[in-house]
C-alpha cells in the first residue's frame, strides 16, 4: 500500500516570500503520478500541479515548482513570490499508474497562511 | 469551477436515516471517484466508477453503496447513518484513466446529529 506523509501541518510566510512545502512518499511502484492540491477556506480542491515519476524534469506551473527525487521518495512544492490568495491547505497526493485502480491517496496536509 | 456538480451542497440529518448524495461529472468525463474528507480520516477514496461499472473501491463501509448510471451521473448512498459519517464527500471526475488530472465538485457537507 502506499503512503503519503506531509511532515510540516502548518506554515506561515510572509507575502512575495518563497515557501516549501514538504512531502514525502512510500511505494514499491515504478511508475506512478504525483499531484499537489490545494484546498482554500471555499473547500474546493484544485489541481496546482503534476509530475510524472518517469519524468527526470521537475514541473513548473508559473510561480509553484516541484522538486522531485525518485530516489529518495520526495516530492516537495516551492511557491515562488507568494501572494495572499496561496492561503490554504495543501496536500500531497500519489496515484499508481495502473488502469482501473486511479485513486488518489493523500497526505495528511500542510496549512498555509500568507502573511501581509 | 471545475465542471464538476453535486448536490445538495449541505444536508442535516438523524442517525440511523439514509442519503443520497448527487454528482454530475464534467461533460465527455466517463470516471467518477467518491471521497471522504473527516477530521478523524483526512481525505480517503471510496470508490471509483468508469463507464457505469465498478472499477475501484477503498475504504468504503458496507452501509454506503454507489452507482452510476447511463448518463454518467453518479450517486452515493449513505445509509444507518452514524455521528462519525459527518464529513465532506467529494465528488471528481476524469476523462480517461491513468494519471488524468481529476476535476472535483465543491462537495456535500453531510451532518449526522
Known amino acids: 500500500a502506499q503512503t503519503v506523509t506531509q511532515s510540516q501541518p502548518e506554515m506561515s510566510v510572509q507575502e512575495a516570500e518563497t515557501v516549501t512545502l514538504s512531502c514525502t512518499y512510500d511505494t514499491s511502484e515504478s511508475n506512478y503520478y504525483l499531484f499537489w492540491y490545494k484546498q482554500p477556506p471555499s473547500r474546493q480542491m484544485i489541481l496546482v500541479i503534476r509530475q510524472e515519476a518517469y519524468k527526470q524534469q521537475n514541473a513548473t506551473e508559473n510561480r509553484f515548482s516541484v522538486n522531485f527525487q525518485k530516489a529518495a521518495k520526495s516530492f516537495s512544492l516551492k511557491i515562488s513570490d507568494s501572494q495572499l490568495g496561496d492561503t490554504a491547505m495543501y496536500f500531497c497526493a500519489f496515484m499508481k499508474q495502473y488502469f482501473g485502480n486511479e485513486k488518489l491517496t493523500f497526505g495528511t496536509g500542510t496549512r498555509l497562511t500568507i502573511i501581509p | 469551477d471545475s465542471g464538476v456538480t453535486q448536490t445538495p451542497k449541505h444536508l442535516i440529518t438523524a442517525t440511523g436515516q439514509r442519503v443520497t448524495l448527487r454528482c454530475s461529472p464534467r461533460?465527455?468525463?466517463?470516471?467518477v471517484y467518491w471521497y471522504q474528507q473527516s477530521l478523524d480520516q483526512g481525505l480517503q477514496f471510496l470508490i471509483h466508477y468508469y463507464n457505469g461499472e465498478e472499477r475501484a473501491k477503498g475504504n468504503i463501509l458496507e452501509r454506503f453503496s454507489a452507482q452510476q448510471f447511463p448518463d454518467l451521473h453518479s450517486e452515493l448512498n449513505l445509509s444507518s447513518l452514524e455521528l462519525g459519517d459527518s464529513a465532506l464527500y467529494f465528488c471528481?471526475?476524469?476523462?480517461?484513466?491513468?494519471?488524468?488530472?481529476?476535476?472535483f465538485g465543491p462537495g456535500t457537507r453531510l451532518t449526522v446529529l
Open positions: 461533460s465527455g468525463d466517463l470516471s
Open positions: 471528481a471526475s476524469s476523462v480517461v484513466q491513468g494519471g488524468s488530472e481529476q476535476f
